[in-house]
């Protein structure tokens, strides 16, 4: 009785948070409500359908959004002033005209997803995300392109190295659990991840695009656009070190230990350069130079440039937030413990097993990093003891698994919701569906690998 009792309960669970996300994508997009009300009074039901105690209700939820917000908030605040600066110089502009003439404007999509793998290596999504969505507006405009078709392969990149490839932080810590070699984990995330890449980025981003009509208004893109004064173009060179800075800083602090004996002053040094506030602050300081004094502008122009940004950011700051606060009720209300639980008693090869419990988490908790920690944390001890399960092929394969369907309890989500303009619908139709098939596709070739060892 105990046993139906539990697996009752969970089958309870998971069928609320289905509920529950049916019921925000229902208020958001059928009855047009404010989606950070939607979010706040969503994880509130949910929480009391689960049982959850009136007071850890609402801690629960500031605990989400605040866990998130000090992040995200940071990275989004720095990363605006950043592209306000590439913006107002020219310097996104420098960067689209070279790849336009480089890749010619029919292959531009296939540019914005080899520079996302490069930039986003040694970051984490959202960083690399605001690095980027200068370039991907100022291509779409110059080119007078659909902003889906070059943005979603830069989405694509980004994702698909946050996810399988080391040294990017994620991916290192599943090789950690894992005690996978870093080096063959590298080599063999590469041979899955690029052509994933491309299915999910400008393939897919091709067909579905035309499917997409987005307003011609974009009040984010906007404040990008919006130096039409004629002024001399900042240099490739100097525009692509700029945006690259935080990118090495990043990657040096990831390889600190190896640089320098730890808890030396060096190391600490570099460990404290690497983190992404202090990678992106000193990037944006920099930029107050290459791209704003270099450039002609004198310290009124640069404070109003670095005032005027935040305002449009206010928004999916807080919609990033709330999503937080929501994948922590999920979290605290027991579904992601049930979604575990159920995956363990399915006996399946230890690959899929791995793909599997961390798809799962994702789903539950709206968080790819946490997703991938846990599910490695979970299959590592089971893999002791299967013979033939490589930790380099298991991580990539949780990895895999931790990027399934974004959706709406996931901060991605509403970041690029938010940033694209689009509606709920059209944010799954693109991003959702492009986070999956770079799930799906990068397990498929971890499988033919595994094979082929």
Known sequence: MHTFALDSHGMFLLAAAVGAVFMLILLIAVFKL??????FLTSLALAAVTGMRPDAIIKSFEAGLGGTLGHIAIVVALGTMLGKMMAESGGAERIALTLIGLFGERRVHWAMMLI???VGLPVFFEVGFVLLIPIVFTVAKRTGTSLVLVGLPMLAGISVVHGLVPPHPAAMMAVA?????????????????VPTAMIAGPIYAKWIAPRIHLDSYNPIAEQ???????????????????????????????????????QTAWNTLLHFLGNADIALFVAVMVSFV???????FNRESILKFTNECLAPTATVTLLVGAGGGFGRILQDSGVSQAIVQAALHVHIPILLLAWLIAALIRLATGSSTVAMTTAAGIVAPIALHIAGARPELLAIATGAGSLVFSHVNDGG????????????????????????????VALLLTLLLSLAH
């Not at 659990?177 to 080599?187: C, L, N, Q």
């Not at 290459?290 to 002609?296: A, V």
């Not at 139709?429 to 098939?437: D, F, G, H, I, N």
């Open 116 to 118: 996302a793998l490069v």
């Open 34 to 39: 404010n989606p950070f009300i939607v979010l």
């Open 413 to 440: 989500f509403w970041l690029v919701k938010e940033y694209f303009n689009m509606s709920v619908v059209d944010t799954i139709k693109t991003w959702s569906v492009c986070e999956t098939l770079i799930s799906v």
């Open 290 to 296: 290459t791209l704003g004094k270099m450039s002609g």
């Open 224 to 262: 990008f656009l919006d130096h039409e004064q004629k002024r001399q173009l900042p240099g490739f060179a100097l525009t692509l070190a700029t945006i690259l800075l935080p990118v090495v800083l990043m990657l040096v602090g990831s390889w600190a230990d190896h640089l320098s004996h730890p």
């Open 177 to 193: 659990i894992f005690h996978a070699d870093v080096g063959r984990t590298i080599f063999d995330a590469l041979l899955v991840g």
